[in-house]
């Protein structure tokens, strides 16, 4: 737990992007640890206040590379604090007395508040910040081994960054059908079977080009899979409910930053021709999900 010293030394003043997200999901969890004990479900309450507490923090100092902000970490300390007085009293005394030099006792505060209405669109454009920090990590790793036979990878000193805009045509009648297909409250199927059972029979589906069929049939498990499991139905969404050209491009700082880049990002439209992407990466994403190409600029032109 970060002392009082090391507490004033984090910076102050406007807040970043990445601190609104931090804020965010801050309120998110309270709510969270909340219903966790009104409904005496415990496990859930400590899920929320202390472990998931606990990884957006360190998601946090990742993403500002250290430098958080001093108001938002003293309020993250101070919530967690509190919402884990029922599980942990002892701990929670002991940060809110030692650490926040906050006079009475934990245990006889109120509840923390939420200071802000949780902004749905704000938490989509932080998880696939994240999402696509991961990808372009793996992206890099790829990048840098070795070949069997030839000369050594190059280090990269640049990257491109292609945004699609919309999805295939196919793809978008496979999200209407899929937004049919009735969910469980982990985002799951109700019915396993569904891809047999509903989706290929569907009218919309039936009078698809053959090839484009067998692509649908492909396209709409995996996307269930990797998409709608982790944000539900707002992953059936035609278009964005955001800017993520921009929201790329406001970002690039921070994405040279984590991909230790030392030349340029640039954000494109997948759309668009690129001598940069010579196998055609961009052609595999889809809103939501960008692609990266690296190069060494030496060696490069555009």
């Known amino acids: 737990m970060t002392s009082p ?3 004033a030394k984090e910076r102050d003043g406007e807040y970043t992007f990445v601190d609104k997200c931090f804020a965010n999901e ?5 709510k969270e640890s909340d219903a966790g004990y009104s409904k005496m479900m415990m496990r859930d309450a400590l899920k929320a206040g202390w472990f998931d507490m606990q990884n957006l923090r360190d998601q946090y100092r990742v993403l500002t590379d250290g430098s958080m902000h001093r108001d938002l970490l003293r309020r993250y300390i101070e919530v967690q604090a509190l919402v884990m007085v029922p599980i942990t ?8 007395s030692d650490i926040l030099h906050k006079e009475g006792l934990a245990v006889k505060q109120l509840w923390p508040e ?13 998880n696939m910040l994240q999402s696509d920090l991961r990808e372009f990590r793996l992206e ?12 050594a990878p190059v280090p990269p000193t640049d990257a491109v960054i292609y945004v699609t805009k919309e999805y295939k045509p196919f793809q978008q009648t496979c999200l209407k059908v899929l937004s049919e297909v009735e969910l469980d ?3 799951e199927p109700v019915d396993k079977k569904f891809m047999g059972n509903f989706f290929k029979d569907h ?3 039936k009078a698809l080009p053959k090839q484009e069929k067998g692509m649908a049939m492909k396209f709409a ?74 190069y060494a600029k030496d060696n490069e032109t555009q």
Not at 140 to 151: D, E, N, T, V
């Open 185 to 187: 409250e982990n985002n």
């Open 203 to 205: 009218p919309l589906i």
């Open 221 to 294: 498990p995996f996307h269930m899979q990797t998409e709608v499991k982790t944000k539900g139905k707002a992953a059936l969404a035609l278009t964005l409910p955001f800017d993520e050209t921009k929201m790329l491009e406001d970002q690039k700082g921070l994405i040279k930053k984590q991909l230790g880049l030392p030349g340029e990002v640039e954000v494109r439209d997948a759309a668009e021709e690129s001598s940069v992407d010579k196998n055609n990466r961009r052609a595999t994403g889809a809103p939501g999900r960008a692609v990266i190409v690296f």
């Open 5 to 7: 010293a090391e507490l």
């Open 89 to 96: 009293p002892h701990f929670s005394e002991h940060i809110w």
């Open 140 to 151: 890099l790793q790829k990048h840098m081994q070795p070949k069997k036979k030839g000369p």
């Open 114 to 126: 939420v200071d802000a209405p949780f902004d749905e669109s704000l938490s989509r454009q932080y």
């Open 26 to 30: 801050l309120n998110r969890l309270i």
